[in-house]
């Protein structure tokens, strides 16, 4: 019990260094996870803090977090996401695709569906994209950035 406020605190004072772009942020939420492994909410904010610092040292060590974190927990969506955009910073669209596909599929999410899209054509599996395309168009045929990238397929 103690360990989880303890962690939870560590977050919050975490996010009142990132909301003034202080780095030490990403230690406060390193710290948080490290005394509560299951903090999941320390995990996201620490590989997004990464993602949004676009250091290669920094989100290569996210990258690992993020691995052992969806190790424990595999249905952690949000973990999910922010690896597949730190992914995406290194250019590496073919591990990037299948977490942003899962994520769309398993949530719903459009925005996921259309990230993946766009990395399956980054790796030429323009198939795919239209099929995940069409996919997010079922979800939510309002999205226009689906709609614009199911006119660019065609």
């Known amino acids: 019990m103690l360990r989880s406020a303890m962690s939870s605190a560590l977050v919050t004072r975490g996010d009142a260094l990132l909301y003034a772009h202080d780095e030490r942020a990403q230690t406060k939420y390193l710290l948080a996870l490290r005394i509560d492994s299951a903090n999941l ?10 993602f949004l610092s676009r250091r290669g040292r920094e989100i290569e060590d996210a990258l690992r977090v993020a691995d052992a974190v969806l190790r424990d927990h595999p249905r952690a969506a949000s973990v999910r996401m922010d690896r597949a ?13 299948p977490d942003f596909e899962r994520v769309g599929k398993e949530r719903g999410d459009v925005q996921a569906l259309a990230l993946a899209a766009a990395d399956a054509v980054r790796i030429t599996d323009v198939q795919k994209a239209n099929g995940l ?5 079922r979800i939510d045929p309002r999205y226009a950035p689906v709609r614009a990238a199911l006119e660019r397929l065609r």
Do not use: N, T, W
């Open 41 to 50: 909410v320390a995990a996201d904010r620490y590989i997004f803090a990464a």
């Open 85 to 97: 955009l730190c992914l995406q910073l290194l250019r590496r669209y073919a591990q990037a695709e």
């Open 133 to 137: 395309l069409h996919l997010a168009h």
